[in-house]
Each structure stands twice: as C-alpha cells, then as structure tokens.
C-alpha cells in the first residue's frame, strides 16, 4: 500500500471541478450562441411550422362555421369543407401541399370577409370577436401556409412517406 499525500487528493479534486467549470462554462457560451441563431431565424421557422400543421386549418374551419351557419349563407359555408379536406391531405401525409390550400382558401376568405363592414360597437360582441380571431387566424395561415409551400422541400417529403 502507498501512502497518499495529504494535499494529492485535493489538488485533484481541486482540478477536476475546475475543468468541469471551465466545460459547463463554454457550453453555456455555446449554448448562447446557438440561442442568438434560433432567435434570429425562429419567426420564419415558426411560422413555417405553423404552415405544416394541420391544426390551424381545423380552427379556421370552426370559426368559420361558427360565424356563418345561423343564418346558413351559402358562400362561406363553401370554405370549411375546402379546409377539412386540406387537413385531411396533411395528415396523410402532403404537409407542403396542404399548407398551399390552406394559404390559399385563407387569403380567398379574407378578401371575402374585409368587403364586409362592421360598426365599431359590434366589432366588440362575442360574434365580432369571434370575426376578428378568424380573421387574424386567415392572415397567419396566409403567410404561414405561404412559407411552407414556397419553401417546402418536397423530395425529403416524400422519403419521409416512402413515395420515391
């Protein structure tokens, strides 16, 4: 048996916690740079994101049909059909696809709703808040769907599907 040092030991453990510091410290800093690069591309990666998910074509599909069912108008009742089928085609699968339909049919229902007027008091009322959600939802969607269909890489769609 040898006999340790009294100050071997610590000047080990002395060293090993500061390499450790030293590691924690330059992942941090590798971790703040990494932040700085998804913050700055985070707002089009979300809203790419948005584009692909079928959920934002099922919302406006309800508002809609919240909005124009009592009393039935034909017109805009036409849209969530249209908006059920798109969701349909992304969960089978066409996420860049659907994602056009969708900004499609949500620029088509926005042009239709803004040639309507609202009086600023109704603009208030659980009917015009209901409007003025559907129609911040059209414009996300809009852009949103947008981004992902311009920018959707449809080759890599398709090996993720097995449709080579």
């Not at 998804?38 to 074509?57: C, D, H, M, V």
């Not at 108008?73 to 066409?94: D, E, M, R, V």
């Amino acid at each position: 048996m040898t006999q340790s040092r009294p100050g071997e030991l610590f000047s080990f453990y002395t060293y090993s916690t500061t390499s450790a510091t030293i590691a924690q410290q330059q992942q941090q800093i590798m971790a703040d740079k990494g932040t700085q690069e998804q913050a700055k591309q985070s707002t089009i990666q979300y809203l790419k994101a948005w584009g692909e998910n079928p959920l934002p074509a099922t919302l406006l599909a309800t508002c809609i049909t919240a909005l124009h069912f009592r009393p039935a108008q034909p017109l805009p009742l036409t849209f969530p059909p249209i908006l059920l089928a798109s969701t349909y085609a992304n969960l089978s699968g066409y996420k860049i696809d659907s994602a056009g339909i969708t900004a499609a049919w949500s620029g088509l229902y926005l042009l239709l709703a803004q040639r309507r007027k609202q009086k600023l008091v109704s603009k208030f009322g659980a009917r015009g808040l209901v409007r003025g959600a559907t129609l911040g939802l059209c414009v996300v969607n809009l852009v949103g769907g947008g981004l992902a269909y311009t920018f959707g890489d449809r080759k890599k769609e398709d090996r993720e599907w097995g449709r080579d």
